[in-house]
T-cell receptor, first 117, second 114 residues
Framework: AQSVTQLDSQVPVFEEAPVELRCNYS??????LFWYVQYPNQGLQLLLK??????LVKGINGFEAEFNKSQTSFHLRKPSVHISDTAEYFC???????????????FGQGTTLQVKP | DAMVIQNPRYQVTQFGKPVTLSCSQT?????MYWYQQKSSQAPKLLFH???????NEADTPDNFQSRRPNTSFCFLDIRSPGLGDAAMYLC?????????????FGPGTRLTVL
């Protein structure tokens, strides 16, 4: 069965510092990977996705993530954070084409990014 | 802009009083999902529709029902809300499950049960 582990429940960081939010997954088939951001009392917004091709994926708001198949990781990074990046971040995985694709997303437990002035 | 809309954004109901949450989409997507998200937790899938085909998750309580009268609209009915049903309810859509499964989320409805 697939699962997603976000290794840090909270990440405090100072404004303009770099940040990395960690995500590991387990799956026996090819996967598609996503990072979503959720601001307070709002829905989830897609930051970026890995479907295939280049393992370095660039998303919105200056975020990027690197797919590492050997380490089954998909860590999210930003070189310089802003106060406005304070939010909950969710890593998610879905099964790729060719498998018994159910269309479901499996979410990690979320990481709260707290950007301090 | 194409989008997913949820109404109302905030809903207050009384213990045991039926409540309906609404979701509409202008994306013309085939699949619509309902998630429950409790405080500081990941979204939990309740069920989804692929066109008119209803797919219930095994652990979704019978208290939760859904209707999809047409492509654009989907409703979540909670027949007898309990205090434990207080949560954010998220609606999402995707083009179809055979694609890469990118889901587009609405802003959510926060349900309070008194």
């Amino acid at each position: 069965a697939q699962s997603v582990t976000q290794l840090d429940s909270q990440v405090p960081v100072f404004e303009e510092a770099p940040v990395e939010l960690r995500c590991n997954y387990s799956s026996s088939v090819s996967v598609y990977l996503f990072w979503y951001v959720q601001y307070p009392n709002q829905g989830l917004q897609l930051l970026l996705k890995y479907l295939s091709g280049s393992t370095l994926v660039k998303g919105i708001n200056g975020f990027e993530a690197e797919f590492n198949k050997s380490q089954t990781s998909f860590h999210l990074r930003k070189p310089s954070v802003h106060i406005s990046d304070t939010a909950e971040y969710f890593c998610a995985v879905s099964e790729g084409l060719g498998s018994s694709n159910t269309g479901k997303l499996i979410f990690g437990q979320g990481t709260t990014l707290q950007v301090k002035p | 802009d194409a989008m997913v809309i949820q109404n109302p954004r905030y809903q207050v109901t009384q213990f045991g009083k039926p409540v309906t949450l609404s979701c509409s989409q202008t994306l013309n997507h085939n699949v619509m999902y309902w998630y429950q998200q409790k405080s500081s937790q990941a979204p939990k899938l309740l069920f989804h529709y692929y066109d008119k085909d209803f797919n219930n998750e095994a652990d979704t309580p019978d208290n939760f029902q859904s209707r999809r009268p047409n492509t654009s609209f989907c409703f979540l009915d909670i027949r007898s809300p309990g205090l434990g049903d207080a949560a954010m309810y998220l609606c999402a859509t995707s083009r179809d499950p055979a694609s890469y499964n990118e889901q587009f989320f609405g802003p959510g409805t926060r349900l309070t049960v008194l």
